[in-house]
């Protein structure tokens, strides 16, 4: 049962969507029906009889519409940032119209249209009645699947800090004030390449200052690690019984509210929202990953199953009708991918959280997480075909390097947002270093340079023991994931 989306608007359309993205939105919706995605349920189904409205569809209707954190920018300033863009660019945009330039723009931050509907308003933003542009969860986990968009899938191309930076300098350019993302983004990267974001510190530095009612209490300040993350994808929430890579956290409504943790919100405003929260709690545990879109080979792939099963479920679980996750964190020294995340957040840190109001339920009953986690959680691989790059630091852009790390290149770049079929990842140029000759500072954060401080890109060696005909059996087994 899959109704077209046409959510009720009361907000002014913005009209001027070009062909282009109408054809893509056709197709989408297409391949949501093909894909039997439930990222969004329909409120009103399309012969204009009114369904029932269930707590999921709600709980992504609120994420969509709601601005639970200040804008960042106006809507005017999003149309004039193209005059802060490099010459060349520039000069091309000068002579595009708006929707053409409004689209530039979407590529060059990592936006996406709103998938089914007919409005050019971003995924990633809540537009509000001034033309305020909100960041909301989307931000980060609304990205595409090669090309299309999807709710739930990690933002890949997000270039947060490139959009915040050349905002904030057209701001200026037109005497208008900084906003407050502005000034933290001149103090905290908000991420240093694309695809990655700072949220964990960002939440840890945010959280410093509170009490544990949320109250703004008077702290010293404190320096953080700044440490870019890769967001996972939603579609496998519905199996942890704990989030984030270390699974420090045990899951609830509440704790989902701490991305909205900004100075202007405090008690109140987690009061007045937390319903909305069990439905966005209820809308993330109600999505499913897409299907593969092309044929698996059946035969390789029950090989590589069995393969899985004697190689990869004990830490990763099993799959189907009656699937099993052990959520097992395996010690840094024995996963050895990227350190920095497990480090940059400290026991004191996580103590806070776990004393917080984020961290119980409405009787005052306490969460029981996990202060000291001594390594990262073995994600679901459910849909992992289509949430490359891979790991939490997204180091590995494609999931043949996951399973060869002699193979893993050390700087890439993704070229295009077509699957590399092959190797079932991004389609990525492989450098020696970040060009010289590229002065965009903004192309320049479309490159992965492993060598980096947190971007490591080594570890997971467990396939070790595979045959490389082997490890072509159990990457067609995860294309059925
Ligand atoms: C600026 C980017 C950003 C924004 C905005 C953001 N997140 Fe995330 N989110 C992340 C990153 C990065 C992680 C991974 C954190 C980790 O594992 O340590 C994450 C993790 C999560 C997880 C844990 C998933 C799992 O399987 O462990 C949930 C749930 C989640 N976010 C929900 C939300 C909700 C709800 C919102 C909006 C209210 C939101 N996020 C806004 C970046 C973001
Ligand atoms: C001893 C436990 C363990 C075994 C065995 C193991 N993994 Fe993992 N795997 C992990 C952990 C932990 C991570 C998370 C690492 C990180 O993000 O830093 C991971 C990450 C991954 C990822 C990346 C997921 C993502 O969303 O980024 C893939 C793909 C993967 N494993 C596949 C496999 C396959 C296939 C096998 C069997 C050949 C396997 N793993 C065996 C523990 C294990």
Redesign the pocket.
Known sequence: MIMRISVTRTRREHGHLSLAVRTALASFRLLLTVAGIVAAVAVRAEDGSEAIETPAARGFRFLTETALIPPDFQDETFQQVWQEWPERLRARASQASDAQRRQMAFERYGLTPRPGETTDEPLQYVVNESGGWCMNCFTCHGGTVYGQPVPGAPNNRIALHSLVEETWRSKIRHGLPPSRMDLGAMAIPLGTSNGTTNAVVFGMGLMHNRDAELNLVPAAPKLFTNHDM?A??WWYFYKRPYMY?DGFAQKGHRGLMQFTLVPENGPDFYAKYEDSFRDVLAYITSLRPPKFPALVNQSLADRGRA??LD??A???GTYGENWTYPN???PLN??G??PV?LTALSVAGRQRYANSWFAKDAAGTRQQNITDPN?????P?DG?WA?A??????S?PT?WG??NPDQRPAVWRAVSQKMNKENIGLTVEVLKGVPNTETDRVKRRGYFDTRLFGKSNK??T??DS?STVE?RA?LEY?KTL
């Open positions: 890769d996972p994808p890579i393969l899985f190689n990869c004990r830490c990763h097992r964190r395996i024995d996963i991918t990227d995340r390594g990262y959680v073995a994600p691989l992992v949430s790059p891979y790991f939490h630091n997204g590995v999931l996951v399973l570890g997971h467990y396939p595979l490890k159990v995860l």
